[in-house]
């Protein structure tokens, strides 16, 4: 017989620990027989596609999903190489990306619109305006945009002694930064001299604690201390607010479809992914990252 | 009997084996302890060399634009620009601001502590000021966004709170800790015969600071100051909270800013790896620590030259 050492208090805890090692090993080791589902694109989508991932191991514990951003392009060229089962597109796929894929892999890019991706632009309450056109978004923001103070647009804002047009915008990396230098700036540059903050969050807080602010940000951060301006595509047109309804009529003119593409029609543990996705629970975890959820069924397909 | 120094015939005292070898073990990892350094900023400098120079030596670098033009444009679609005056230019401001605040206080507090006060009031004050120094730089960047940036909203035209000044305020607040700390020493270092040779010749207790402390702890006072210009150069996350992270030549204190350490904070993470826009923020690395290398020469050889004559 075995003699284990000193005395029996000492042993139960040898005992103990032995099982406590056994039993942490047991739940370090990686699965083995589960499905990994690869997932590239979108720098835009990346945050809300690992936020997905994570929340998915509770609801299918033995599929792994592993995201990575890159770019919409470079996720649809994986696609093209087929090293991913889906792709993260935050535009739509080129005719001739579509053509690539097909010749590649027999196979055509198949869409699965997921959410909104909509920009709202804010203002200090005090700040009389409440319309505004992608002409003067530009004039203000642009590289070299004539508007710099208030009285330009024939208006003062209360509390904002200056008169000067504070401009709040992102970090030169943010998907943000690139969607609307690409939709509103016309691809041209910003202007120097713009307060370029770290995240949305602060872009709303920094806009509703300054008169004199402008900015952009998801439209999902809005609180009670900003106001969020009705956008115009052009003087003339009719302006439209910034909500989920207009988003979905694709009225709203800073707001772009978010896409999640695969090879050909999904089928097994994808197809289960993209449902889930496109589930209330899915779509919660959207919106808690700051975008638009896709309409309740039906309208959504388009 | 003979006397012990004799018996071995001139021979050194035996000493065991193992504690000579020891001794030596000893002396060589101080020796290297000492190296290190030296290596150590080689190999840093070495490292970011690296990375930066292949744009460095590539065609379409144009070191005129990188040094001299204000555009920062790392990201463009239509015209890429990777200039870096802007970025200097806050550095350079944000520091000035910080030390016209931080070296009177500093020093003055240095003073008070070491020469003027009693002994109980110097052991809280040493205390206070050490607590000050441990305080974590995204604490106080939290205290520049909340608590001064609004002050600086109500009491001043400044139509952000977040600005130069409102950095040179907290990189003040960061770097007077060091500045009194090392200040202490050194004018604790000063023997206390020139004290009392001073009071006995009948000089007041300031005529005593100025006249003699403050030329004998120069070079340790220098350290102080330096040491404190380090810190503010290269503090990154209380700046980049505080200074509002706008890329332009600052034209007053109200004006919001980008620094040097706060731009590669903020775009390192998301350029990719090995691309030029990665290249150049490794090569303002290096015009940061340019930088801070000539501000310790000019430093130095202007203390030598004071001691010259």
Redesign the interface.
């Known amino acids: 017989m075995t003699r284990w050492p000193g005395p029996p208090t000492v042993r139960v805890l040898l005992l103990a620990s032995l099982f406590a090692a056994v039993a942490a090993g047991a739940s370090c080791r990686p699965k083995t027989g589960g499905t990994a589902i690869q997932n590239k694109g979108s720098d835009t989508m990346v945050n809300v596609a690992q936020a997905w991932a994570e929340a998915y191991r509770l609801v299918a514990p033995d599929v792994n999903v592993e995201v990575s951003g890159g770019g919409s392009g470079t996720g649809i060229a994986a696609l093209t190489a087929g090293t991913v089962h889906i792709a993260n597109a935050s535009r739509d796929v080129k005719p001739e990306e579509a053509e690539q894929v097909r010749r590649n892999t027999g196979l055509s890019p198949v869409d699965h619109k997921v959410g909104y991706d909509a920009l709202a632009v804010y203002v200090h309450p005090n700040n009389p305006l409440e319309a505004i056109t992608f002409e003067t978004l530009s004039g203000i923001y642009r590289e070299d945009g004539p508007l710099v103070r208030w009285q330009q647009l024939g208006f003062s804002v209360p509390g ?3 008169d ?1 047009i ?1 401009r709040v915008s992102r ?3 943010s998907g943000t ?2 969607f609307f ?2 939709r509103v700036l016309n ?3 910003f202007k ?7 995240g949305s969050k602060e872009v709303v807080e ?1 806009v509703g ?5 402008i900015g952009y940000s998801g439209m999902g951060y809005a609180t009670a201390h900003v106001k969020m301006l009705k956008v115009a595509r052009r003087a003339g047109e009719p302006a439209y607010p910034p909500t989920v309804e207009a988003t979905w009529a694709r009225a709203y003119p800073i707001a772009r479809s978010l896409h999640m593409y695969t090879l050909g029609e999904p089928a097994g543990p994808v197809k289960a992914y993209l449902d889930w996705v496109l589930s209330p629970d899915g779509q919660r975890i959207l919106q808690e990252s700051g975008y638009v959820p896709v309409p309740p069924s039906g309208e959504a397909r388009r | 009997m003979t006397p012990p120094g004799t018996t071995r015939s001139g021979a050194r005292p035996g000493r065991p084996f193992v504690s000579l070898a020891a001794e030596r073990a000893m002396e060589a990892a101080i020796r290297l302890s000492g190296i290190s350094a030296i290596v150590f900023v080689l190999a840093i400098f070495f490292f970011i060399f690296r990375e930066a120079a292949p744009v460095l030596f590539s065609d379409e670098f144009k070191p005129l634009e990188f040094l001299f033009s204000v555009q920062w444009y790392p990201t463009s679609v239509v015209d890429i620009r990777y200039g870096t005056l802007a970025l200097t230019a806050g550095t350079v401001g944000v520091t000035l601001v910080a030390m016209l605040l931080a070296v009177p206080f500093g020093l003055g507090a240095a003073i008070f502590v070491s020469e003027f006060c009693g002994r109980r009031l110097r052991e809280t004050l040493k205390i206070v000021i050490e607590i000050l120094a441990a305080i974590p730089s995204v604490v106080w960047g939290f205290v520049a966004l909340t608590v001064i940036s609004r002050l600086m909203v109500s009491y001043t035209s400044a139509p952000v709170g977040v600005n130069m000044l409102n950095g040179g305020i907290v990189l003040a607040l960061m770097s007077v800790p060091i500045i009194v700390s090392i200040g202490e020493d050194a004018l604790k270092a000063v023997p206390d015969s020139y004290r009392e040779a001073a009071l006995a010749m009948g000089a007041t207790r300031w005529q005593l600071v100025v006249r003699v402390l403050l030329p004998a702890a120069r070079n340790g006072l220098l350290a102080a100051v330096l040491l404190g210009v380090g810190r503010a150069v290269g503090e990154t996350m209380a700046v980049l909270m505080a200074t509002g992270h706008a890329v332009q030549i600052p034209h007053g204190l109200l004006d919001s800013v980008r620094t040097l350490t706060a731009n590669i904070a903020a775009e390192l993470g998301e350029a990719p790896a090995g691309s030029a826009h990665y290249r150049v923020l490794f090569l303002t690395g290096i015009q940061l620590f340019i930088l801070t290398f000539v501000v310790n020469l000019a430093a130095d050889l202007a203390i030598r030259g004071v001691r010259r004559k």
């Open positions: 904002c002694r200056s000067e504070v970090q030169s990396s930064y690139d230098r690409e691809k041209r540059d120097l001299g713009s307060r370029d903050l770290n920094l604690t300054t008169p004199c602010a």
